[in-house]
């Protein structure tokens, strides 16, 4: 068997062949080509973009001529990896505004806003990270101190999940919000008569048509600073989940400059102008950009209580959460994008929001398919809704991260019971036998690593809980990284493309310090990348 092996080698030598001239050569690697087989390989060469073989040192430093070789020193290469969930177009809008995420109090946040406001002293002071639950007093703030430290300047400030916000009396004003408003989706906040500023969901909306627009450059300037940071951390594709069509063409006319290299699969917004948009157009695809579907939101989120459950929150006995949009919208646009041949990913937090979206997709798919319709975040589900995943060939979404970030209550919000069907990640890996994965960034941090340790270890950063959160719907080291990879590759139609480093796929991989796979569970979250690749350009040095 040794002797078959070598001899196309001894052949090459023998004969004196010229060695075939290719791009770039990276030898001395443990290259996991999360192939079906999850081989490995130590080499591997790139011509035209593509990956042209994998294989031993000895056999591809024999056999190609390269423009530029890396010898990576015995370190771990994967494929780029893919974030199946994200806003990559609103995380490089929130480096232009204060970042409030970590915070521990309503005053932290009053301070860090002062700050940002110094060096910020024009226009709607913005704002975006603050979460109630990581403090003492675990309630929505109130707008009274912000209204006298701010009176004549409009502030809007953004939960973690974008799901709930608090808004000043100026903002309010200028928006016409009064107390006694009601809609669809979405709850104004007010106690004793008065307005409190929160904004869940919907109402968002009152106030936020009122921000001024970002200019041309400016959303331009987002694109480009989202990407510098996404590659540092070794993402190459990314998931853009709600976009309105100007977005997408900005982002196209970025790739074709050459300044926007990273590859986005977008899901435009749930909206008519974009519905037209992308019905007249058709699917778009080229290398780097892919529109094929549409993002919708069922409800809202389980931080602020605006998932909607079927039964009422634990520790808000007289409230359940509600559905953003009536069923019968989730139905008409099932039924045209079912028609039209697109994608439906609808934002499925609760189990009642879950469960609607499960059955209004049934409707249309009636049996297992290949249309790949995902549930985004599928956060709560009802046990005995599990199994329509499967039945009906539905993708979930998910992102491991919240399970992590949200552990610390999500018990007292859901119940001993009810949280048993939550953040199961396995039991949903079992009804397709593949799940993509993802961050939700900003929602959380933009770190794939803190994905892959989110999704094996369900600990947080110092170790707790000791044993792991709800170990049982812990996904293995491999699951992981198909999940952030090839199955995320695949529940965007890409997998013949990208996802995994098989001839003939896009060059892009990333050098890592750490091996995922191997090393000891208190390493992961120190990984390091050291070089980003897309196409077998570097993007990305450490």
Not at 153 to 182: Q, Y
Request: aromatic share 10%; net charge negative.
């Amino acid at each position: 068997m040794r002797i078959i092996k070598a001899l196309p080698l001894l052949l090459l030598t023998a004969c004196g062949a010229s060695k075939e001239k290719i791009d770039l050569l990276v030898h001395h690697a443990t290259i996991y080509t999360v192939d079906s087989s999850f081989s490995t390989a130590e080499a591997l060469a790139v011509k035209d973009g593509k990956i042209l073989e994998t294989g031993s040192n000895e056999w591809l430093l024999q056999k190609y001529e390269a423009v530029e070789t890396l010898d990576a020193k015995g370190q771990f290469i994967y494929p780029g990896f893919i974030d199946a969930h994200a806003h990559f177009f609103g995380y490089g809008q929130s480096l232009q505004t204060a970042d409030l995420n970590g915070t521990t109090s309503w005053q932290a946040i009053l301070d860090t806003l002062q700050s940002f406001a110094k060096s910020h002293p024009d226009g709607w002071l913005l704002g975006r990270g603050w979460d109630q639950n990581d403090w003492e007093n675990k309630e929505f703030p109130s707008n009274e101190t912000l209204n006298n430290i701010f009176p004549d300047r409009p502030v809007l400030l953004s939960r973690v999940d974008g799901h709930a916000a608090i808004a000043n009396a100026k903002a309010l004003e200028l928006a016409g919000v009064k107390p006694g408003v009601t809609l669809t989706g979405g709850t104004v906040e007010v106690r004793n008569g008065k307005l409190t500023g929160i904004l869940v969901d919907n109402a968002i909306d009152l106030v936020n048509e009122k921000v001024p627009a970002t200019s041309e450059q400016q959303a331009k300037q987002s694109l480009l600073d989202a990407q510098e940071r996404c590659f540092a951390v070794g993402l190459t594709t990314i998931d853009d989940c709600g976009l309105p069509y100007s977005a997408v063409e900005l982002i196209d006319q970025l790739n074709k400059s050459g300044e926007l290299k990273m590859r986005l699969y977008v899901m435009l917004s749930d909206g008519k102008k974009n519905f037209e948009y992308l019905f007249s157009k058709g699917r778009i695809k080229t290398d780097r950009l892919h529109v094929n579907g549409f993002k919708v939101y069922a409800d809202g989120a389980l931080g602020s209580h605006g998932a909607c459950l079927l039964h009422p929150y634990s520790d808000k006995p007289r409230w359940s959460g509600f559905l953003l949009s009536d069923p019968a919208h989730f139905d008409s646009v099932a039924n045209i994008l079912y028609e039209k041949n697109f994608q439906m990913c609808t934002h499925a937090i609760g189990d009642s929001g879950n469960r609607t979206i499960l059955n209004t997709y049934a409707k249309y798919l009636k049996e297992q398919n290949d249309r790949r319709w995902r549930i985004e975040h599928a956060q709560v589900v009802n046990k005995v809704d599990f199994d329509l995943f499967g039945k009906y060939s539905i993708i979930p979404s998910v992102q491991p991260t919240h399970a992590t970030s949200d552990m610390y209550w999500a018990e007292q919000r859901l119940g001993a019971e009810r949280v048993r069907g939550a953040y199961a990640f396995n039991d949903l890996l079992k009804q397709n036998g593949w799940i993509p994965l993802g961050t939700d960034f900003p929602v959380e941090d933009i770190s794939p690593f803190k994905t892959f340790y989110a999704a094996v270890a369900r600990k947080d950063a110092k170790g707790w809980p000791a044993a792991g959160f709800q170990m049982e719907n812990a996904l293995s080291r491999e699951a992981a990284i198909r999940g952030m990879t090839i199955w995320a590759a695949k529940s965007n139609f890409e997998e013949q493309e990208k996802g995994s480093l098989e001839k003939g796929k896009f060059a892009d991989f990333i050098l890592l310090d750490k091996d995922l796979m191997k090393a000891a569970e208190g390493e992961l979250l120190q990984t390091q990348v050291q070089r980003t690749y897309i196409n077998g350009e570097k993007v990305f040095q450490r």
